[in-house]
């Protein structure tokens, strides 16, 4: 199985499925190559199903007009979301950015800043939201913990629900 090792200074393990199927692997710059190659061993049916679906899922063509389209959409909504949710939550970002990511819906940095991709605004609404509430709940918990999610799920109970239509929405984008 071929694969790329991206190495950070984070404490876990991580693989991911990039959209041309390749396989990536993020972990701490310590991490011994054994340990890698057993990991992927462990997620192989996993990686497998991922590339399969992610390589046969029938993909969309973007155009400038949709992008300006998104854009006018976050325009209107997302400073006014961001607000809302944030009180929800107790939190406040330290800015708020529309951004051209592909491989993720958007981003909460070491300093409260959370960044969004204008593909997310091609969703549906509640997701949209989701998105809005997870970057906004890595403010209070900077990472995927059990506290995190209980962040999210006070918030928004259907949480899984949107995380699952955004996980397919996303091969097609």
Not at 16 to 38: A, F, L, M, Q, W
Not at 85 to 91: M, T
Not at 121 to 140: M, Q
């Amino acid at each position: 199985m071929e694969y790329e090792v991206v190495y950070t200074n984070r404490r876990s393990m991580a693989i991911y499925v990039r959209r041309n199927g390749k396989i990536e692997v993020r972990c701490n710059k310590r991490t011994p190559d054994r340990e890698i190659e057993k990991f992927l061993l462990e997620k192989k049916n996993w990686i497998e199903k991922t590339q399969k679906k992610i390589l046969s899922a029938e993909k969309l063509v973007l155009t400038e007009e949709d992008r300006k389209k998104a854009l006018s959409l976050a325009d209107k909504i997302l400073l006014k979301k961001v607000q809302y949710y944030g009180e929800k939550l107790g939190v406040k970002p330290t800015q708020i950015k529309i951004g051209n990511a592909s491989s993720y819906w958007g981003c909460c940095t070491g300093k409260n800043a959370v960044c969004f991709s204008w593909r997310l605004f091609l969703a549906r609404e509640s997701a949209i939201d989701y998105v809005i509430v997870h970057e906004l709940a890595h403010i209070k918990e900077h990472n995927h913990s059990a506290k995190f999610w209980e962040c999210v799920e006070r918030v928004l109970p259907n949480y899984r629900e949107e995380r699952d239509y955004l996980k397919n929405f996303a091969l097609k984008t």
